[in-house]
């Protein structure tokens, strides 16, 4: 049973993996057996977290093609294969509603969180189908959810969640498979100021049935299950890991 979940011998990137999410699946897939390119936007932290975590660290601009074609070809060349990709780099931008939308906020937005992950994935493709390969893009419960103040992050992430249906359709008879993830309200280092808010963390809990933030390890559980044999039949799905926020009358 346990070899259902095992990535032995898998060759993998992740995109914003120097902290919160992305290092937590970046770990999991470590831990899992899996060799795993670390990248972020920081140079100097891309380099510090792949020497803490024994593996090859490329930095990467994600709203840059060029970079992200360098980024892949990197991982290739270090590897020597690419079997895993999870699409995580994203920026939340300046909350508020449309009507006072920030334009140019708002094409950063999507660049970064969208954008970025239809390039990723192009560039990509050619690899994970030589040896029927899995990607994974980061997506989020506030795609699934209205809301009056994060505008152009929600409208990328339900995006996000399209990608993965859409390639999963596209790239199923090359035996490839693409899902998308959607973490709810997940403790990390940039919810802190959050989970330090009582009125928030009040109403928020009673919005969530198991009454409780969640990890990033416990994102990081279901990317694994995605990239493994034990989520071999798994693909075009958008796997929301929220605690049931997104089911719950809040009663």
């Avoid at 596209?170 to 808010?197: C, H, K, M, Y």
């Amino acid at each position: 049973m346990s070899d259902l979940f095992s990535l032995t011998g898998r060759r993998g990137l992740v995109t914003g993996s120097t902290r919160g999410i992305g290092r937590a699946i970046a770990e999991a897939m470590i831990a899992a057996g899996a060799q795993v390119v670390i990248s972020s936007e920081d140079a100097a932290d891309t380099e510090r977290v792949a020497s803490e975590l024994g593996q090859v660290g490329i930095a990467c601009d994600v709203s840059d093609d060029a970079a992200l074609g360098a980024l892949v070809t990197g991982t290739v060349a270090a590897l020597g294969g690419l079997d895993i990709v999870v699409g995580n780099a994203g920026i939340t931008g300046r909350p508020g509603p449309f009507a006072s939308l920030d334009l140019a906020d708002y094409a950063r937005v999507m660049a970064i969180n969208l954008r970025s992950q239809v390039v990723l994935a192009n560039l990509a493709r050619p690899h994970l189908a030589k040896r029927a390969g899995s990607a994974i893009f980061i997506a989020s419960l506030s795609g699934l959810r209205g809301n009056g103040a994060i505008n152009a992050y929600a409208l990328a992430k339900a995006g996000v969640a399209q990608l993965a249906r859409n390639l999963a359709v596209e790239w199923g008879p090359q035996g490839v498979r693409a899902n998308a993830i959607s973490p709810g309200f997940i403790a990390t280092e940039l919810s802190q100021p959050l989970l330090d808010n009582p009125d928030f963390m009040a109403r928020r809990m009673q919005m969530t049935p198991l009454r409780r933030p969640g990890t990033p390890a416990e994102v990081a559980g279901a990317a694994v299950f995605l990239a493994s044999a034990a989520g071999g039949f798994v693909t075009g799905h958008n796997l929301v890991v929220d605690g049931g926020t997104l089911i719950t009358d809040a009663s």
